[in-house]
């Protein structure tokens, strides 16, 4: 039996028995959630039940933003600090509590090696401290 919370800025959470969100509801949006047998995510689908519902499917470190049109968006995660969008690298830095502070991207003609190791030499933004 679903679980329902209220709370959290006026999002409406509902809970399936292994305290996973099923859905939220915030603003008037609705949004579900979807689970394989294993237990592990496998669907989001986003603005339910409008004209911009959108399906990001989940396939262990491959992600695919709205599945099933053809403005799909295929990203890859093959090391938590990494992630490939449509093969453009993209690599994260964290502070010492392990919060994402930053990220690099990898420029035009530049090798995903090169992107990775610009990102190590490049000091963080200010703000980020």
Known sequence: MPVFLTGLHGKVMTYDGENRPLSVLWNG???EYVYAATGTRLKM???V???SEAETLYLGPLEV???GTTGAVTVA??????????????HLHHDQLGSAQDDHRQ?????AAGAIRAAFRSPLRAGFV
């Open 29 to 31: 949006v609705l949004t």
């Open 45 to 47: 689908i986003g603005d």
């Open 49 to 51: 039940g409008t004209a």
């Open 65 to 67: 933003r709205d599945f």
């Open 77 to 90: 995660t093959p090391h938590p600090d990494v992630r490939l969008v449509e093969g453009v690298v993209s």
């Open 107 to 111: 420029r035009r003609g530049q090798s």
